[in-house]
């Protein structure tokens, strides 16, 4: 936060523009060069990890900077869902089999946030929307029903999401940089049907900051459509983690590169729950991954 906080940095932008991911890699190159400087640990080894977006930096920073790097664990990492590597349309396929999966009625409705959410983070609050649903009587109407999700998620009070909002600003300037996700939704799922449209996406952006998207860049600056070569020839050391139940997790990595790059997969997994603090009730599976 080099301006002195959130709002200061999406204040607009000229503060923004230092906001990218060639920028955070730098900034992680130094200060990983500082701390061992200062610790006196020159040999020291250092080993990178994140999580999702995170994951991504530090995927690529064992091939950008591999002198400073040992190894990387990458969790739910969705290097391929970037450009057009990745079928468009896999994200909603996923988050829809998550509420099938559940033997529940869900709603095809406006609460595609939440379910995104849920889908993405927590299988509790998948079956707890559901039961929320269900709970209802079986004439009760849609909007009942929508309440009855809403009430559920929000324990029924209304949220503070300006926090929320100045994250999500930042991420869309990121968007609308370079990190675009080209996500469809086809018929058949829970989702509304959609087809990524690059020409809206850029007026938008034009709109809200005055830039235009650079649709491919992101992919050729970190090789994203070489990615698996470059690791298998530059790479080592390198962990690829994904939880199946992730609707991200149909852009990750997920099988092995090489003797030292490896993918591990969860059926039960959700985003990122393998570097969360341990629990007393963590599953066996979560123990194994």
Known sequence: MPFGGKEAGYANESTMGYFTSTQALADYATIIVDLKKTLKEKNCPVVVFGASYGGML??????K????????????????????????????????????????DALKDILESNYIQAATYDLEKIEGMCNAINSLPREADTVSRIAATANYMNRGQCLDLSPLNLTYNGW???????????????PGTMLRPSNFDFKSHSKECCHRYGVLPRQHWVTTEFGVHEMKTALKDFGSNLIFSNGLRDPWS????????????????????????????IATDDPVWLKEQ
């Open 58 to 63: 530090a995927a690529s920073f064992c091939l």
């Open 65 to 104: 900077y591999p002198h400073l790097s040992f190894g990387v664990l990458a969790s739910s990492v969705p290097i391929l869902n970037l450009d057009d590597i990745a079928p468009t349309y896999s994200f909603g396929s996923t988050i829809t089999k998550d509420f099938r999966d559940t033997d529940k």
């Open 172 to 186: 869309i300037w990121k968007y609308c940089m370079k990190m675009m996700f080209p996500i469809s939704n086809r």
């Open 250 to 277: 149909s852009g990750g990595v997920l099988a092995n590169i090489s003797e030292s790059i490896v993918a591990i997969t969860t059926e039960e997994g959700r985003k990122s729950e393998d570097i969360k603090p």
